[in-house]
């Protein structure tokens, strides 16, 4: 069974930071790009940055490029977002995302998503 599950989200006040993470299961981790999204209040989810496999290479969103570094620890099967320079508009939830692959068919799943509240 395929498992995301984040934490590390909290309520900071701008220009503070955070660290939430998303530790994975059930499926080839250090195989799959993972990525990270953010759904605002009363707004879409929207994708955030993506990094491959083995860490090698990474995307951001632009409103957070410079800001927000993702990583990963293969022995740990788990990822990063580590957040800078918080802005009250970076406030979210904040899910962790992976399509993986079954028998040549790939499956998306998601985590529960964590909280980050920026407010002074």
């Known amino acids: 069974q395929v498992q995301l599950v984040e934490s590390g989200g909290d309520s900071v006040q701008p220009g503070g930071s955070l660290g939430p993470s998303c530790t994975a299961s059930?499926?080839?981790?250090?195989?799959?790009?993972m990525d990270w999204y953010l759904q605002g209040p009363g707004k879409e989810r929207e994708w955030v940055a993506t990094?491959?496999?083995?860490?090698?290479?990474?995307k951001y969103q632009d409103t957070v490029a410079g800001r927000f570094t993702i990583s990963r620890d293969l022995r740990k099967n788990t990822v990063y977002l580590q957040m800078t320079n918080l802005k009250p508009e970076d406030t979210a939830v904040y899910y962790c995302?992976?399509?993986?692959?079954?028998?040549?068919?790939?499956?998306?799943?998601w985590g529960q998503g964590t909280q980050v509240t920026v407010s002074s």
């Open positions: 995302y992976v399509q993986y692959w079954r028998n040549g068919a790939p499956f998306d799943a």
């Open positions: 990094i491959s496999g083995a860490g090698l290479m990474t």
């Open positions: 059930g499926f080839d981790f250090s195989r799959s790009a």
